[in-house]
């Protein structure tokens, strides 16, 4: 797949293309590795999303586990559940002018159960057996319209105006996961989990260009686009908690990094381009790769009061950094992208839980940090004037989560809704590469822009189970 990469090349401020071994090699690679195969899934039932997915150390839910597997050893019945959600997008891209873009998507976002074992007798007193399966949309539109203040010219006087750009992603990402816990005397928790990744997604990014004279516009896409990947990986998580007394409980666990294997498909022109403004072809080829994703670690702290109100707060540490491509001769650009511009990075989430007799009411926060560190480029304006210029927050900005929830139990079968609203702004960066038409003209955008996205997220989700 040829993708655009911030290269060795980007240290003295401009964008370049790799090619090594058999395939392409550009920046995408590393960015999607880093923000589409993320093991991370802002996903789960109503409860766990509506307290912030703070409950590393209050466990007893099914998707407790993404935090901490042994939340699982905390669950006192068994039951089953199933979600259903709507997750939509806005997103406003600016550059010179704004244009805002959204979508919607109906999705099954959730379903698991937990089925517990007592064992009286001994101080190891209750198995858990659980099993989950999360899913999490990856839609992305954005869009830039026509700027009047970047024209192109040749020797003999025709003139064209930048058009427009358009990059999409559509697909998502899953988990799937078979979970186990234990109690020791209902004071120390322990819980061990399986986890089956999956990542299908595909992608385009199209520009457009007016020829001033005739007035017609002509669109092309990035060369190495349209293309598509399926990434199926395995990791497993391992964790405890301690209930220090009644009221404050103490949480650790530890992800491992997930390891994948990916097949893509893509449309190059595999390098054949002609002086005279043609390729000779523009075929879609398919190739595999392996990566693998780096891994996290949580540190959670809870407090319960009675069974009226609990409180979660969780620290999760993702190593981003770890991330690698393999086989690593093909992709030495890409790793050194990681190296040199993906950090190890923070998540918070605090959450709280109140129950009124049958009826409960939930609140949520998260914050998780850009995994990029600046990048130093020369950089096209909107009119055209370029500058070396320090980008912040490319790619992916810090990432701010508030949920609300309600929850109703009638006695075995409950029913729980939750809202969640996500907001980040980041740089996207697009040019510095060749674009082909579907007549094989091509065209190259000699700069590299960097449009702000204003990117908005709602989740609505509904939750219902039953405990026996």
Known sequence: MKKIIVSLCALVGTMAFAQQGTGYDYNQYSTNAINLYSQDINSGNAKYIGVGGAVGALGSDINSVEQNPAGLGVAINSEVQITAGVSTF????????????????????????????????????RFSVGVAYINQRLDNFSSIGTNEGIKFGNDNGDTWTFGGYIKDIEGYKSKFSLNFGSTYDDKLYVGAGLNFHETNYTAYEQYGERNDKTNQMYAYNLDGSPYSEIGQGFSFSLGAIYKVNHNVRLGAAYHSPVWYNVAEDYYSANNSFNDNGTVNNYYMYSSDYDMTRGGRVVGSLGFVVGKNLSLGADYTYHMNNETKLKPSTNFAASNNFINDFVKNSSEARVGAEYRIDRFKVRAGYNYVASPYENINLDVANENNVVSNTSLTKTFMGDINRASFGLGYDFGGFYVDATYQYQTQKYKQLIGGSNYVDSDNYFVTLNNTYAPEVKLNNNLFLLTVGWQF
Do not use: P, Y
């Open 90 to 125: 806005s997103n406003k891209t600016t550059f010179g002018t704004s244009l805002k873009e959204n979508d919607s998507n109906f999705d099954f976002q959730q379903f698991g159960g937990t089925f517990v074992f007592n064992n009286e007798g001994s101080k190891w007193n």
